[in-house]
């Protein structure tokens, strides 16, 4: 599948009367979900999810300059605290997943957190150094913009959708 900066970064496979020997069976058969599920967990929390767009962050602490005024300071500064935040929750899982366990329910919040953080970027960018994003562009910001906001829908995607995470957080907490 081609996203809209015409990469490709997905994939769709459909696998009708399939055999798979019982010596290249991977789990246990009918647990299909949780071996998914369980997978999922490394790629749904690793740094990927809310380190994609540092460089733009880096890009707008560049432009903001030593002496930001109170409200970009304040922007920034949320970001910066989001990532960090991320990036604790991250490790947190890392260490969970090193020792045996199956951190599903917090993988799906880092996961929803860092999409909704990574999409954030570039609204805030564009309210904070407004330009007009030009995918071609000589300037590093005004690319780094085009591609961000035409790549964020992806981020809803891949990993599993928010109502599919959320359904996921809900279950893991007891509310479902």
């Known amino acids: 599948m081609i996203d809209l900066l015409g990469e490709h970064h997905f994939n769709e496979i459909f696998l009708t009367d399939v055999f798979v020997p019982d010596w290249l069976l ?7 979900w949780n071996q998914v599920t369980s997978e999922l967990a490394f790629e ?5 999810r809310f380190l994609a767009l540092f460089q ?3 890009e707008m602490v560049r432009l903001a ?3 930001p005024d109170r409200a970009t300071a304040a922007a920034l500064g949320k970001l910066v605290a989001q990532l960090a935040t991320l990036r604790s929750m991250s490790l947190s899982i890392a260490g969970m997943l090193q020792e045996g ?3 599903n329910t917090e993988s799906a919040v880092v996961k929803d957190l860092g999409t909704r953080y990574e999409q954030d970027i570039p609204v805030v960018a564009r309210q904070l150094f407004p330009t007009e994003p030009e995918l071609e562009a ?3 910001y005004v690319s780094m913009i085009a591609r961000s906001t035409m790549s964020a829908p992806r981020l809803s995607i891949q990993g599993g959708t928010r109502e ?4 996921i957080i809900a279950r893991g907490l007891g509310l479902r």
Do not use: C, F, H, Y
């Open 44 to 48: 749904r929390s690793a740094p990927d």
């Open 138 to 140: 000589v300037e590093t």
């Open 56 to 58: 733009m962050l880096r």
């Open 65 to 67: 300059g030593p002496s």
């Open 164 to 167: 599919i995470l959320r359904g």
């Open 26 to 32: 991977l789990g246990k058969e009918g647990n299909g």
């Open 101 to 103: 366990l199956q951190p």
